[in-house]
């Protein structure tokens, strides 16, 4: 089973990225490959010029073709995911997560960014034709401490991570496979 993990933050590091380090680490422990992609991968002038044939994105893309999954993990600024992952998530094909499962991850300064994964990033992964998108998790700067060494999840947050990784977990075990999709 194969995951890729998506660092939408423009700084790094950041609260937002250390969820999937996080996330990575539990799913490497059960078995799953973990192959992380972050903003930092590309090119800015490939993303402020839609460069189409950028070869980190052609790169990504023939990833997406092999994964199973999507961890995507973004900080929450003005209401809103991060430009530059927006950027990015434009430049993919239109079903670039098909037959994927996705779990959205984000950050924010407070709670009342909680709904920017719901009306945000869910509607632009639900566009890329995700299988599956998964209820998100919002946690807050707050939760997240040693975020540039050796991430510590508050007690809640470290429970809701635990709970949607096991959701995420038995969504791809539940997913039809490519072949059977095709028939």
């Known amino acids: 089973m194969r995951v890729i993990t998506l660092a939408g933050s423009p700084r790094f590091p950041s609260r937002s990225t250390a969820l999937l380090s996080l996330c990575q680490q539990a799913l490497e422990a059960r078995g799953v490959e973990v192959i992380p992609w972050n903003i930092h991968n ?15 994105l052609a790169a990504l893309k023939a990833d997406l073709l092999q994964a199973d999954g999507v961890i ?8 809103s995911f991060s430009g530059a992952l927006k950027t990015l998530l434009d430049l993919l094909p239109e079903r670039a997560l098909e037959h994927k499962v996705v779990l959205p991850l984000a950050s ?4 009342s960014h909680l709904l920017a994964v719901d009306y945000a990033l869910k509607p632009v992964l639900n566009a890329l034709k995700a299988q599956e998108v998964l209820h998100g ?6 939760q997240i401490t040693d975020y540039d060494r050796q991430p510590q999840l508050d007690a809640l947050l470290a429970e809701r991570i635990d709970d949607a990784l096991d959701t995420f977990w038995h ?4 997913r039809q ?6 028939v």
């Open 108 to 111: 924010g300064g407070s709670a």
């Open 171 to 174: 969504a791809l075990h539940r």
């Open 177 to 182: 496979p490519r072949y059977a999709q095709a």
């Open 137 to 142: 998790v919002f946690a807050t700067d707050g």
């Open 72 to 79: 995507v993990a973004t900080p929450i600024y003005k209401a």
């Open 42 to 56: 590309f090119q800015p002038e490939d993303l402020l010029y839609a460069r189409f044939d950028s070869p980190a």
